[in-house]
């Protein structure tokens, strides 16, 4: 079968691959760039913990082929922590809203297009942001009020 | 599986004439590729159409209607102010699919021609009036979207055929439009039940209207006599009895684990009312 060469850019490096055309762009982050902090729950768009940005757009990575990320900007939770941990991260762990992490890397990167485009959400709007990321073991209250605390702590840091 | 990427509709359709097996085209994917992983379709052409010109655009026509690119996703409907209050019932329908993930991909094109009798975004595009205009073999034409859904994942669009815009009416003065579905919980499902009402006022009374019913019957369905119950009406308590009787008449339902039929027929007549009164207000300018 014909590869594609796919060229592409991740977490604001460039990246290129030999994508089969079936293969999708969490098949391509996790085993041709090595990207595994991205996680297949699923694999139909129903979990979220596939969740990456492309193009400033949330996506479920499971849901779009590799050869659809050409001339694509993605991101991924590894361009998330600079020197230090984004604020998410750290009232992640501030606020144990995790237990076994599995959902982490998507909430993590959801929660960040969310706060990207509302700096200050309400609680009734995180939890419709975030319908499309299933966590099975906190309960997600922990998780509502860790990107809260981290909403603020951007707002005053700005 | 042979990936295209054509730059005109025409190339698409001529790729899609010859494709001797199974082809899907691609446009957010959401169902596409669900279908292929799970392999319910295995397809030996994808056709990706996110290459050619204008199909991420939403463009206001000469006459005041709307044209949608096929590749617009649910994101960018919802964003787009002109759109919301011209036709908040199309962008309402749209936006209830899936979550802020698959709102960032899913179409309306992929909506309608996935083919399933409880896509959200059907019944407000059939309400509305909206058309489709389709590139072929045989060049292009336009048709409403009621024709579009041939029954569950079936269209009536024959081989080498696809859609290449979405085309709303203009709006008018004095006009409102409204979907509901009903769903267990209170995001993230399939509707049990739809509804979407269309109409337009002179001064108190309706003086046009189209409600189409969604997971109801094979495919979402225009009802007439629902809309007939409510034009030349003030849409008081009688009107509104003779609405939901219409509409739970022209329900055809069956019974599956969402719903039984005879839950969905009551509900369908509930959702009739409830949507008729949104456009209702909003046609008045009251009420988002």
Not at chain 2, 122 to 127: C, E, K, L
Not at chain 2, 162 to 176: E, H, T, W, Y
Request: hydrophobic content about 40%; proline content about 5%; charged content about 20%.
């Amino acid at each position: 079968m014909t590869k594609i060469h796919v060229t592409t850019t991740v977490n604001g490096d460039p990246a290129e691959f030999l994508a089969d055309p079936r293969e999708t762009l969490l098949d391509a982050l996790r085993d041709q760039l090595g990207l595994t902090g991205t996680k297949e729950g699923c694999g139909t768009g129903d979990c979220g913990a596939c969740s990456v940005i492309v193009d400033g757009v949330l996506v479920c990575s499971c849901l779009m082929l590799a050869a659809e990320a050409e001339g694509k900007t993605v991101e991924t939770i590894e361009g998330m922590a600079g020197e230090e941990l984004h604020p998410l991260q750290r009232q992640f762990i501030e606020h144990a809203a995790l237990q076994c992490g599995f959902c982490t890397p998507g909430i993590l990167v959801a929660a960040k297009a969310l706060l990207e485009r509302n700096p200050d959400p309400t609680d009734t709007e995180i939890r419709y942001w975030l319908a499309g990321n299933l966590c099975r073991c906190t309960g997600y209250d922990k998780i509502i009020r860790a990107v809260q605390d981290a909403a603020a702590e951007m707002r005053g840091a700005a | 599986m042979r990936y295209h990427k054509p730059t005109s509709f025409t190339d698409a359709s001529a790729i899609a004439a010859a494709a001797p097996g199974t082809l899907r085209f691609l446009a957010g994917g959401t169902d596409v590729l669900v279908q292929m992983r799970a392999g319910m379709v295995q397809p030996d052409d994808l056709i990706d159409l996110k290459h050619i010109p204008d199909v991420g655009e939403i463009r206001q026509t000469a006459d005041g209607g709307w044209r949608i690119g096929i590749a617009v996703p649910g994101v960018v409907l919802g964003a787009h102010e002109g759109l919301k209050r011209d036709w908040p019932g199309v962008v309402e329908g749209m936006n209830l699919v899936g979550s802020t993930q698959v709102q960032g991909r899913a179409t309306l094109a992929g909506n309608l021609c996935n083919g399933s009798p409880a896509a959200d975004s059907v019944p407000g595009m059939i309400a509305a009036g909206a058309r489709v205009e389709v590139t072929g073999p045989k060049g292009s034409r336009e048709i409403a979207v009621e024709q579009i859904p041939a029954g569950p994942g079936k269209t009536n669009l024959t081989k080498g055929e696809l859609i290449s815009a979405i085309l709303l009416p203009p709006r008018g003065k004095n006009g409102g439009d409204a979907y509901l579905r009903f769903i267990p919980r209170t995001e993230m499902d399939i509707a049990v039940v739809g509804c979407a009402v269309n109409l337009r006022l002179d001064v108190d009374k309706i003086i046009e209207a189209r409600v189409a019913l969604g997971a109801v019957a094979p495919t979402v369905i225009l009802s007439e006599a629902a809309a007939r119950a409510i034009i030349g009406t003030t849409l008081d308590a009688s009107a509104l009895q003779a609405l939901t009787s219409a509409a739970e008449a022209g329900a055809k339902p069956i019974s599956d684990k969402r719903g039984t039929a005879e839950f969905r027929t009551e509900v369908v007549g509930v959702l009739a009312r409830r949507a008729a009164k949104i456009a209702y207000d909003r046609a008045k300018g009251q009420g988002k």
